[in-house]
């Protein structure tokens, strides 16, 4: 028989002792009242040409508060300083409150688009790249007017840095970009490629998704912009969007009828003969009738009327992403939709001779759609039983 280790319960009781000990918290914590957590900043151009920096801070005291009176102190304090540069800046923000400032909580970074169109972003990011409090996981935007205007609003208990975020995280449209963070623009811009950045107005009093501003892959500025509808079509070249419903009726005088937009697959093929560059997109998508203001013509579910509505909506997909690319080509001659990154795929050694002059070189490619959709579903009307 084994012989019992007595020593064994005494060593156990140690452990636990010793496991207790350190969950007590850690020897460097600090307050969290003493702490400035950071959910978002914004940079703008001031009337000197300097960087006019503003940091939003959470107020923990406001939000924990349980009473249910509403509170009149804000969840947030903005606090703004001018500078050079941004790290100078932001310390001298210290100056202004006390406490120590805490940067590993913050999800956006929003760049005014005076500043954004006059200096170059990699030159004023800098910062966060090298921050290691920063994470790369936080998400960049230009805002169409002063970008620290986007960080107010009027609305009780919102924090403007975090409902952004939430907006941006939502699936059920087509006509906002995918997630744009700093990791993913670090690369980017130091590849020269051309790219987008979610577009911001708070012109109305509360942060609208407006478009998508164009970042120059040379000159890493802002030169342009596109609308809603435009990024609605890029999302469609791309194969990104996750949800949202497409117009499927061809006249205007034609009853309204939207397709929703269950699955989306793009596939860009480039094609490489002799000196001549050309590009193939496939476009798939399955889906449902969303909605069908035609009570007087045959049921929605019947064969023929799916096969018109499936047809109508190809022919809008299509038109969204000729329009796009007529404004990327002719418009700003600039590759925003990817088109670069499958040529160097397919064929490295031919984009290693265009890579350079890449977007002027695009300009001049010629690009054809095929769009194929189906319609699977007819939400709660109708059965495919009855075609």
């Known amino acids: ?14 452990i636990i002792a010793l496991v207790i000990f350190l969950l007590t918290g850690c020897w460097s914590s600090k307050p969290i009242d003493d702490l400035n957590f950071i959910t978002g900043s914004a940079i703008d151009k001031d009337g000197d040409g300097k960087l006019r920096s503003t940091l939003q801070y959470v107020i923990p005291k406001a939000i924990g508060n349980n009473s249910s009176a509403p509170t009149p102190q804000k969840p947030y304090i903005n606090v703004s300083e001018n500078g050079i540069a941004l ?3 932001g310390w001298e923000t210290t100056l202004k409150r006390e406490g120590i400032i805490f940067g590993s909580h913050q999800k956006t970074v929003i760049i005014g688009e005076a500043l954004a169109r006059e200096r170059n972003l990699r030159e004023f990011t800098d910062l966060y790249f090298r921050d290691i409090d920063i994470r790369g996981s936080t998400l960049i935007f230009i805002s169409k007017g002063p970008a620290d205007q986007v960080l107010e609003t009027k609305e009780p208990g919102v924090i403007p840095a ?30 020269g490629t051309s790219f987008l950045l979610q577009r911001l107005d708070s012109s109305k009093g509360e942060v609208e998704f407006i478009g998508a501003a164009i970042i120059h892959g040379k000159t890493n500025k802002m030169v342009g912009s596109l609308n809603k509808k435009e990024v609605e079509g890029i999302s469609w070249i791309t194969g990104e969007g996750k949800g949202g419903a497409v117009k499927a009726y061809e ?38 009738i969303a909605e069908y203001w035609n009570p007087y013509l045959k049921p929605a579910f019947k064969n023929k009327n799916v096969k018109h ?13 000729e329009t796009v690319t007529k404004k990327m080509q002719k418009g700003y001659k600039v590759d925003v939709a990817g088109f670069g990154n499958q040529l160097r795929i397919k064929y490295p050694k031919v984009w290693e001779d265009v890579r350079k002059d890449w977007d002027k070189e ?18 709660m009307i109708g059965s495919k039983k009855n075609e």
């Open 1 to 14: 028989m084994q012989k019992y280790n007595q020593t064994r319960p005494y060593h156990l009781v140690l």
């Open 87 to 89: 790290e100078p800046t």
């Open 162 to 191: 975090l409902r952004i975020v939430e907006i941006a995280n939502q699936e059920l449209t087509t006509r906002i970009l995918r997630h744009t963070s700093l990791m993913k623009i670090w690369g980017t811009m130091n590849s």
């Open 251 to 288: 006249k205007a005088g034609e009853r309204a009828t939207y397709y929703e937009i269950e699955t989306m697959k793009s596939k860009i093929q480039p094609h490489v003969k002799g000196n001549r560059i050309s590009f193939t997109v496939k476009i798939e998508s399955e889906g449902r």
């Open 309 to 321: 509505i499936e047809k109508a909506a190809e022919k809008e997909v299509k038109r969204l992403v």
């Open 362 to 379: 695009f300009s001049e490619i010629p690009i054809t759609y095929d769009v194929n959709i189906t319609i699977k579903d007819y939400g």
